[in-house]
Structures are given as C-alpha cells and as structure tokens.
C-alpha cells in the first residue's frame, strides 16, 4: 500500500523536480495530485511516464491525502498549508514560513532524521533553506567527530534561488552584453547580475546582514546544535544552477584533514572529490541533475589551533529544496507512518 501525495506548486521550477524525484526515488505513490494557482488551471506536468494536468489548489480538497509537498512562496503556503494540516494531510513545506516555529521540526534527513517524530504538534514540517541543507550535510559527520565551536561561511549562490525571474533575467542580461541596443536593467536583483556578483540576498536586517545570511545561522543551530557560532556572507553570483559554499570550521577537539576526509567519504549523502590537481574539484555546473552534496579542497586551516578549511558544492533545486522534500518524506514514511 502506497500513499496519496499532493505537489502543491507543481508547474514552479521545485515543483517540477518534486515531481522528477518522487519518480526517480520510486517512492510509493498510490495517486498523485499536481496543484497550481487558477492561472495555470490545466498545465500538463511529467511524473515519471505519466503526464498529469494540475488542479485548482484554491478548491483542493486535502482530506483522505497522505503528505502534501508545498513548493509555494510563504504568502500562499500561509494560506493553504493549514487547511491541509487540519484535514489530516501532513505538510512538507519549502518556504520559510515555518522554519522557526517551535512546534514545526526542522528537518535534513541525513543530519536530523529522528526530528520528524514531532510533526504531530501541527501536522507539518519544515524544509530549510537551500544554502543551509547542503552545509550541515557537510557538517554533521564533523561535529560528531570533533565538536563544532564556530562556522565561517561565504555563498556563491546561484539565480535560480531566485526562481525563474532570476534565471530569466541572468539570461536576458548575459544576451544584452552582446547587443549593446538591448539594455536590461536590473528588475529581479539589486544590481546586474550577469558578469558580476551581488552580496545580498534577501533584505537587510538591523545588525547589517541580510536575511538569508540570518537563516543560515538560526538554522544551523536549530537542526544541528544551539551551542554552534555561525558568521555568514551570502553572495549570489551569475550560474544558472547550483550554490557553492566557502566553509571555515574550528573545533573543540583536533581533526586531522585526512581523518576527516576519510569521515566525509563515509558519511550519506556526500561525494568527496579533492584530488590536489588540475581540476581535481566540484564546480557547480557539475553537480546539476545530482542528489549529493560534493565536497573539495579539505585543508587544514593553519591560523587557529583546531580548523578546517572546505569547499561544498550542491543542485539547490534539488538537495537544497525539492531532494530534501521528497528525503523528509520517505523518512516520515519509514519512521511514523509505516506504509509502502
């Protein structure tokens, strides 16, 4: 017996790779459910062979549904999400609407799995955001080894972390550099993105950072420990798929970057390629269309007594939002409802 699953925003570019994935993971799937806002009433969207026409979400009945997979911004989710939850449907949500509610698990299945057990407070759970899921994956392993005391991190993320008006406009400003006629000014972002980079994503804050460089912090520390000290900077830069993150570690106790190395190899959900060569690392572009999260340039960081020095790379749309979904949900599954 298999489940009934909802894909709430299926025809958005997370939505779509929800789809792909449930199929992909061959997750137990009974019947299926694209929903979309009125305007996109009718859009056809792939699930493996098949080709499902969305629904009206605005008068989708949620009762007698399993898991609904929300892929929306937080405005909508804001919406919709409870009258799912109320009628018994548990929600996997990817916006940040939820993400700091004490009563809402904040969930990465390789880091936290045993935190699905609390989605009964409200019958929802949370997905983090991209640019952290991929860094405590990095994390975990290390912090169980060694204690983490403090977290240096700079992003390079890239626009379709903006969603398809970000893709759209790299792409149009990248084809106007070439036709000097056709100026596209900056709508999306705050300054040209296509050959240049952008160190701010989100609105600014009291302290001086951005939002997202915010979540970073509050995040990590609900999902892997309070105690972790976390400084971030987050940068969008001009690739088309795939955030890359510069990540500084000190801990309590020495670890070897050997050690290390050989504790990442092992770890779920990771890919390590460091070799000291030529090209002997993961760029973005590489890990497009791929579940793990790649890890390069492990190093020991000389200028403190107990650091590392490392690179990871990793699909946003993917493990930094629909993988990470579909991850919570076989584990919900595994752990709680015990079907399929």
Not at 78 to 106: F, H, M
Not at 242 to 256: K, M
Request: hydrophobic letters at 40%; glycine letters at 6%.
């Amino acid at each position: 017996m298999g489940y009934r699953i909802v894909v709430v925003g299926a025809t958005g570019n997370v939505g779509r790779e929800m789809l792909n994935i449930l199929a992909e993971r061959q997750f137990p799937v009974d019947e299926i459910a694209a929903l979309a806002s009125r305007k996109s009433l009718g859009t056809e969207v792939s699930f493996g062979d098949k080709t499902l026409k969305t629904l009206d979400l605005d008068t989708f009945d949620f009762t007698g549904w399993d898991i609904a997979l929300f892929a929306i911004g937080s405005d909508v989710t804001n919406a919709y999400a409870t009258k799912s939850a109320k009628a018994g449907c548990v929600v996997i949500d990817n916006s940040s609407l939820y993400r700091y509610d004490a009563d809402v698990p904040l969930v990465v299945p390789e880091v936290n799995p045993e935190a699905v057990r609390g989605y009964t407070k409200k019958n929802i759970i949370a997905n983090p955001n991209c640019s952290t899921a991929q860094m405590v994956v990095a994390l975990k392993p290390l912090h169980d080894r060694a204690r983490i005391k403090r977290v240096v991190v700079s992003t390079y993320q890239s626009v379709s972390g903006a969603g398809k008006e970000g893709i759209d406009e790299l792409w149009d400003q990248t084809k106007s550099i070439y036709n000097p006629t056709d100026d596209k000014p900056a709508k999306k972002f705050t300054k040209q993105i296509a050959f240049n980079v952008i160190p701010h994503i989100d609105v600014f804050m009291d302290s001086g950072d951005t939002k997202e460089e915010w979540k970073m912090v509050a995040e990590t520390k609900k999902i892997l420990d309070p105690k972790i000290k976390v400084t971030a900077t987050c940068v969008r830069v001009p690739v088309f798929v795939g955030h890359s993150e510069a990540i500084n570690i000190e801990f309590e106790d020495h670890l070897d970057e050997n050690e290390a190395r050989d504790i990442l190899r092992e770890s779920p959900g990771i890919m390590v390629i460091d070799k000291r060569e030529d090209g002997g690392y993961v760029t973005p572009i590489e890990c497009v269309g791929d579940y793990a999260t790649f890890i390069s340039r492990i190093r020991q960081d000389s200028t403190i007594d107990n650091g590392l020095n490392l690179w990871c790379v990793s699909d946003n749309l993917r493990k930094g939002a629909a993988l990470n979904a579909v991850q919570i949900a076989e584990t919900l599954g595994r752990l709680c409802l015990k079907k399929g």
